[in-house]
């Protein structure tokens, strides 16, 4: 499955943005999908992931609360929505895919098909 990351952008702190993710090539419902980021000097983390059917999500502590995961099935688009942005969570965002036999996985390890990224800047 092939992974494109859009929505990226400068914004300032306590604002939103809305990633999208969009997959092409392989059955979009086979796949449970991810965000992770990576800091500048700081190693890639996990944001939070979505089963296949939708019905089950998991979020870094970090984000809890402030970002929503959700995925369209039907427009084969994972989405990301980020409220009450922070500086320190400037990054590069990547949306990520495993199968769905894994169920819902954190480790970045269990992701097969990643995208190309996109920076998201938070100004205080």
């Known amino acids: 499955v092939q992974l494109q990351a859009s929505g990226g952008g400068l914004v300032q702190a306590g604002g939103s943005l809305r990633l999208s993710c969009a997959a092409s090539?392989?059955?979009?419902?086979?796949?449970?999908m991810a965000w992770f980021r990576r800091a500048p000097g700081k190693e890639r983390e996990f944001v939070a992931a979505?089963?296949?059917?939708?019905?089950?999500?998991v979020y870094a502590d970090s984000v809890k609360g402030r970002f929503t995961i959700s995925r369209d099935n039907a427009k084969n688009t994972v989405y990301l929505q980020m409220n009450s942005l922070k500086p320190e969570d400037t990054a590069v965002y990547y949306c990520?895919?495993?199968?769905?036999?894994?169920?819902?996985?954190?480790?970045?390890?269990?992701?097969?098909?990643w995208g190309q990224g996109t920076q998201v800047t938070v100004s205080s």
């Open positions: 979505i089963s296949w059917h939708g019905n089950g999500t």
């Open positions: 990520a895919a495993h199968h769905r036999r894994l169920g819902v996985r954190q480790n970045s390890d269990n992701y097969n098909y």
């Open positions: 090539g392989r059955t979009f419902t086979m796949y449970a």
